[in-house]
């Protein structure tokens, strides 16, 4: 085996693979563009090309404060869009100011009913019916309906902007409703979530400055631009920056990388485009939509045998395992009951009631809660765990049945590697930090979540002294969530080390190979995740 990656460059050419092949798929869904569309296409390339710098919150919420319009980009399957958006609206909703949010996808003849839904006049689903929102969207209202709610509750009002028409007509019907609504009220702002394609400085924007008698200051917030996310890998950038800036007034959220939003678009044209009265997350759940064609057992392999040569390592038997889902519950359920103990009966059980993916111990079975890459990369990594060791049911066993710090240990180093694998796939992926653990801890005080409790304590932990009886009588599944979240916190910190240096992989393996006592698992801990640095360790704002 070895321990060290060949080339930089081939993290990247794996990146680029599953790029154009979903980038692929997912557009020879679409039926052929008109020329009006070639047109939008072409601008936004253009403009998603020019020279970026590195911003930040701060600087963003500045141009907030100074603008009287504020756009952001919505790419319609996908539903991180709109819970960026809400993030930026709970920002807002602190500022005692008055603004209005602007939204595509309802039609301008319906702006009565959206009054009457935020007057609570109607409940939401005889909103949805009266204004057809599946016939007209066809994109699913869970994507959008926490904005309403959040609107409702603040007491904020909503401008319906959709229309007849070509692009163009849309773009300038929806300017002048904007308009009129801005000289209507000239203390308010409007919040205006589009398409992508249509928040360009020279279209809705342009459309708006061209309604308003003076250069009306404006913010423009585009999403996950492809070469953005590209141009950033080819300068080298180990820290992908979450804020990014063409000019002051023009901003881009940098929160996943691109294929993960044409997965989203081959979901909803698989699964939702003729039902889209189902949570896309619901869907995906219930009928194990696949994000590749053909055998998914297939596409397994090649994603364990990718992520491997990444890693730098040679894997035995990587063929060697069943793959189950959600249809396959009967299958599966029979095999947790051939288990020996209970314990992990009712474990195993557990994980499945709560849509976690796993690996059956002593079996070469794998579950997989739905078959989004995500989760598959997940599932890759505990498959690389298990099949790097000759006698890996050996090892469980040992784990399993010894002592409670052993099987913390066994848990932690599991979902590091798992969690490491993941974000090789998407660099984007976040978890809970230390001080989202340690504000959570703080908020709810004496009520606060045992596993959340004890992961502040190992993390804040210099040595095992202040950790005796911490693991007392704890269950299994109390071990494994508290693995879980420390070996995503610590996937997280070496996925980050191992962008900047390869070479930090070879502690991963250290990690693997070596079954510890609790003084090196706390000292493996605090080369990592350091005392002093502590504080900084907190989930990105997007």
């Known amino acids: 085996m070895s321990n060290a990656l060949k080339s930089p460059t081939q993290l990247v050419a794996l990146e680029k693979k599953i ?14 563009s008109s020329d009006e569309l070639l047109s939008y296409q072409k601008t936004q390339k ?33 539903d991180q869009y709109s819970r960026n958006l809400e993030r930026l609206l709970r920002q807002l909703f602190q500022k005692n100011e008055k603004w209005a949010l602007g939204v595509e996808f309802v039609h ?43 609107c409702r509750k603040e007491k904020r009002k909503i401008l319906a902007l959709n229309s007849e028409g070509n692009l163009i007509e849309r773009d300038r019907m929806a300017a002048k409703k904007v308009a009129q609504f801005l000289n209507d009220n000239p203390e308010d702002k409007v919040i205006i979530f589009f398409g992508e394609l249509h928040i360009f400085p020279n279209r809705l924007p342009q459309f708006i400055r061209e309604q308003m008698a003076n250069d009306i200051p404006m913010t423009i917030i585009h999403q996950n631009l492809d070469e953005i996310y590209w141009k950033l890998i080819h300068l080298g950038e180990k820290r992908f920056g979450q804020v990014l800036k063409f000019n002051d007034e023009e901003f881009c959220l940098q929160t996943s990388p691109p294929w993960i939003k044409y997965e989203s678009m081959i979901y ?3 699964n939702l485009y003729d039902d889209p009265d189902f949570d896309l997350h619901e869907v995906i759940i219930e009928s194990s939509a696949r994000a590749f064609n053909g055998d998914v057992h297939d596409h397994f392999v090649y994603i364990c045998e990718e992520i491997g040569k990444i890693l730098g390592v040679k894997l035995k038997n990587l063929t060697d395992f069943n793959l189950y889902d959600f249809n396959h519950l009967p299958i599966l359920e029979e095999e947790i009951s051939k288990l020996q103990k209970s314990t992990f009966q009712n474990f195993y059980m557990n994980k499945i009631k709560e849509g976690s993916s796993f690996k059956l111990p002593f079996k070469n079975l794998y579950y997989c809660s739905s078959y989004s890459i995500n989760r598959l990369s997940y599932l890759a990594g505990l498959h690389i765990f298990h099949c790097m060791d000759d006698d890996d049911d050996a090892i469980i066993e040992h784990l399993l049945t010894g002592n409670q710090w052993q099987k913390l240990i066994f848990f932690t180093t599991e979902q590091t590697l798992a969690y490491f694998s993941s974000k090789i796939i998407n660099p984007y992926r976040k ?45 299994l599944y109390f071990l494994y969530s ?10 997280d910190i070496l996925y980050h080390e191992f962008r900047d240096n390869h070479e930090v992989v070879n502690e991963l393996f250290i990690l693997m190979k070596k079954i510890m006592n609790k003084e090196d698992y706390i000292s493996f801990l605090r080369r990592h995740i350091k005392i002093e640095d502590l504080q900084k360790y907190q989930k990105r704002f997007f």
């Open 19 to 32: 790029y154009e092949y979903m980038k692929s798929k997912a557009t020879g869904f679409e039926c052929e």
């Open 46 to 78: 253009k403009y998603a090309s020019r020279e970026f710098f590195h911003s930040d919150l701060d600087e963003l919420f500045r141009s907030f404060d100074n603008s009287r319009v504020i756009f952001v980009g919505d790419f319609h399957t996908f």
């Open 108 to 150: 301008q003849d319906f702006q009565y009913f959206i009054n009457e839904y935020l007057d609570h006049t109607i409940t939401e689903r005889e909103f949805l019916e009266e204004i057809q929102y599946h016939d007209s969207w066809r994109f699913p209202w869970a994507q959008y309906g926490n904005l309403f709610t959040q």
């Open 268 to 270: 909803w044209f698989e």
């Open 431 to 475: 978890c809970d930090l230390y001080m989202d653990y340690k504000d959570e801890e703080e908020r709810n005080d004496d009520d606060c979540d045992p596993v959340i409790q004890a992961v502040v304590r190992i993390l804040e932990a210099q040595s095992t002294e202040p950790l005796k009886g911490l693991l007392r009588n704890k269950s």
């Open 482 to 491: 508290l693995g879980r979240k420390i070996g995503f916190h610590l996937g």
